[in-house]
């Protein structure tokens, strides 16, 4: 298993934008379900927005209008345009891929993922 490696995070100030970049390795399999997700201290990792392989997108109810989940296809490199960004966006990013659709898969889908699957992630600061 290669880790993914999550990159673009930074110190911005509020409404400001940033987009974080991740490439999946492996095959097609982990394409199916593709998703961004966030880690405040101490606390589990949540989802922000997930990308279906039929198209469908999901963006948790805080994200919706100001972050954009994208995957190109010809690089397979997951995105996450974020825009408008706030003081509680500041968080650790990670990506993750999995070979079973979103729609069959809880939310918190990323919990059920090893310890070791995750990369190092990328640490996102909103300062007002």
């Known amino acids: 298993q290669v880790q993914p490696v999550e990159s673009g995070g930074a110190s911005v100030q509020s409404g400001g934008s940033l987009r974080l970049s991740c490439p999946l390795s492996?095959?097609?399999?982990?394409?199916?379900?593709m998703g961004w997700f966030r880690q405040y201290p101490g606390q589990e990792r949540e989802r922000v927005a997930a990308?279906?392989?039929?198209?469908?997108?999901y963006y948790s109810d805080d994200v919706k209008g100001r972050f954009t989940i994208i995957h190109d296809n010809t690089k397979n490199t997951l995105s996450l345009q974020m825009n408008r960004l706030e003081p509680w966006d500041t968080a650790t990013y990670y990506c993750?891929?999995?070979?079973?659709?979103?729609?069959?898969?809880?939310?918190?889908?990323?919990?059920?993922?090893?310890?070791?699957?995750w990369g190092q992630g990328t640490q996102v600061t909103v300062s007002s």
């Open positions: 492996g095959s097609t399999y982990e394409r199916y379900c």
């Open positions: 990308l279906d392989r039929d198209g469908s997108k």
């Open positions: 993750a891929g999995v070979g079973t659709a979103c729609r069959f898969l809880p939310r918190e889908w990323a919990q059920l993922l090893p310890p070791n699957y």
